[in-house]
């Protein structure tokens, strides 16, 4: 069984939603990256969401275009990342850690290649942002066949048919945009959110994420109430990028920290 799977297995026997915080990796600076990886873990973190640097980062708002310029400032990119995922399974062996990044990096490393040296950095899924489902069969087959879980993103403009398609070839979790827009967008609509994961069970039982909207406590714990996972992104860079050196790391264990009993009295 997956690390994915796992986790996701044992949080249901307990009544309990994920909670799987994002950051980019080599933000604020490289030197950084894994211990932000342990404090995650250490106050809450159920998975981790990693965020490989890209100069278009097409899905992403300014918040996190910033968290990636503040990276690429510093060279980081595809292989050092993976090596950062290295550096973090040394002492930790079982937080899933999910790479969440764009086409480009990955046809310029190779597929094949990249699924191998994702695969020896011991990364248990992948989103490429880019990738259509229809267009990428190969790339899922080279994930799967080294039990890396390929995870796919549903918008509210998804069309019945289409979601059929996507979870037939996701695996691990299918991770639903709650905004039309772009991470860090506003106005969450909590009631179309419970609808539409609600109809996204339907067609599959894929545990169903939710992220792109989550600002705050109380919207953490609202989705939580219809997730099976709660992914904030833009709001904990937000932090990082608040934070100087010294407080960075208790600045992010005081939101995990706080997300985190939000997410558990859901």
């Known amino acids: 069984m997956s690390r994915i799977k796992s986790v996701f297995s044992t949080l249901k026997q307990q009544g309990k939603t994920a909670l799987i915080p994002y950051i980019t990796a080599g933000d604020p600076h490289p030197k950084f990256t894994v211990s932000l990886m342990h404090t995650l873990v250490e106050h809450g973190a159920d998975m981790i ?28 990119g595809l292989a050092t990342v993976l090596d950062m995922v290295k550096s973090f399974r040394e002492t930790n062996q079982s937080t899933p ?42 790339f899922v087959q080279e994930l799967r066949a080294r039990d890396i879980d390929p995870v796919f993103l549903l918008s509210p403009t998804t069309e019945p048919k289409r979601v059929e398609l996507i979870v037939k070839q996701a695996s691990g979790f299918v991770y639903y945009v709650s905004l039309k827009g772009v991470t860090g967008a506003a106005n969450l609509d909590l009631v179309e959110v419970a ?15 939710v992220g792109f909207g989550i600002r705050d406590a109380a919207t953490a714990k609202a989705t939580a109430a219809v997730a099976d996972a709660v992914v904030v992104g833009s709001r904990m860079v937000l932090a990082i990028e608040a ?9 992010v264990a005081a939101l995990m920290t706080e997300l985190k009993a939000a997410v558990d009295a859901a």
């Open 97 to 138: 850690i999910i790479l969440m990044g764009y086409a480009n990096p990955v046809e310029a490393m190779g597929a094949v290649a990249f699924a191998d040296k994702a695969k020896a950095a011991d990364v248990d899924g992948v989103i490429t942002v880019d990738y259509p489902p229809e267009e990428c069969g190969d």
């Open 49 to 76: 969401e990693l965020g490989v640097p890209f100069s278009d980062p097409m899905a992403d708002g300014p918040v996190i275009q910033r968290a990636s310029e503040r990276a690429l400032v510093h060279k980081v």
């Open 243 to 251: 934070a100087n050196e010294h407080d960075l790391l208790s600045s």
């Open 195 to 209: 609808a539409r994961v609600a109809s996204i069970r339907k067609q599959t039982d894929l545990p169903v994420g």
